[in-house]
Nanobody, 121 residues
């Protein structure tokens, strides 16, 4: 069975950094895009970043451009988060294999369970 597992979340002060990772098992995703979404309490799930299977093209939501960096190594995807802000507080989910628009959560085939990121002011 396919499983995506996120790790690396935690509590950090504003301006600090965290590095999230997502490891896939059950099948390989080295030929499919992977990405990250986040969801804060009372808010819709939000696209954060995506990366092509080659790792040569990346996409970011405007809110994180210049601060977050997505990267991958075959079946593992990473999200380096720098200069974190309180508004970055959310559960972060990794996703794999979009079937349509990568910015829409409903168009991704596989999801992890999420990892909590909390940024204190």
């Amino acid at each position: 069975q396919v499983q995506l597992v996120e790790s690396g979340g935690g509590l950090v002060q504003a301006g600090g950094s965290l590095r999230l990772s997502c490891a896939a098992s059950g099948r390989t995703f080295n030929n499919e895009p992977m990405g990250w979404f986040r969801q804060a309490p009372g808010k819709e799930r939000e696209f954060v970043a995506a990366i092509t299977w080659t790792g040569t093209s990346t996409f970011y939501t405007d809110a994180v451009k210049g601060r977050f960096t997505i990267s991958r190594d075959k079946n593992t995807v990473y999200l380096q988060m720098n200069r974190l802000k309180p508004e970055d507080t959310a559960v972060y989910y990794c996703a794999a294999d979009p079937e349509g628009n990568y910015r829409e959560s409903a168009d991704w085939a596989y999801w992890g369970q999420g990892t909590q990121v909390t940024v204190s002011s």
